[in-house]
C-alpha cells in the first residue's frame, strides 16, 4: 500500500502535474487505512461470508486505481490461492466471462 502511495505522489510530480492534491489525499489516506484495520477482524469474517460460494473472483477499478486492483487480485491469488483477477472496468464490462467460456452469446 505504501508503495502504491508513493508512486501515486511520483506520477504527479514526473506528470509535471500539481502533486498538492496527490499530498492531501495520502494525508487522508494514513487515518482511514488505520481506522480500517482496527477492526480487521470483522471485515475479514464478513469478505469471508460474502464470497462463501464465489469461485472467482474479478477486483474492477479505473484510473489511478488499476494498480491497487491488480496488486489485490496477485496478492489474494498468491496467499490464499483463491481466483482472482484485477481488470479495468472498461475490460471488464466487455465480458470476462466470455474469454472463460461460462457464458457464451
Known amino acids: 500500500m505504501t508503495a502504491l502511495m508513493v508512486l501515486c505522489q ?3 510530480l514526473l506528470g509535471y502535474a500539481d ?4 499530498r492531501h489525499e495520502m494525508e487522508q489516506a494514513a487515518p482511514a487505512a488505520a481506522a480500517y484495520l ?3 477482524r470483522d471485515h475479514v469474517l464478513a469478505l469471508a461470508a460474502c ?4 469461485d472467482h ?3 474492477v477499478g479505473r484510473g ?3 494498480a491497487a486492483v491488480g496488486t489485490g487480485a496477485l496478492i489474494t491469488k498468491e496467499s490464499v490461492h483463491y ?8 475490460s471488464f464490462r466487455h465480458g470476462p466471462w466470455r474469454w472463460s467460456g461460462i457464458i457464451r452469446s
Open 57 to 59: 473472483l474479478f477486483l
Open 83 to 90: 481466483h482472482a483477477e484485477g481488470m479495468s472496468s472498461a
Open 10 to 12: 511520483l506520477g504527479a
Open 38 to 40: 482496527n477492526s480487521w
Open 64 to 66: 489511478i486505481s488499476l
Open 51 to 54: 464470497l462463501d460460494k464465489v
Open 19 to 22: 502533486s498538492e492534491p496527490v
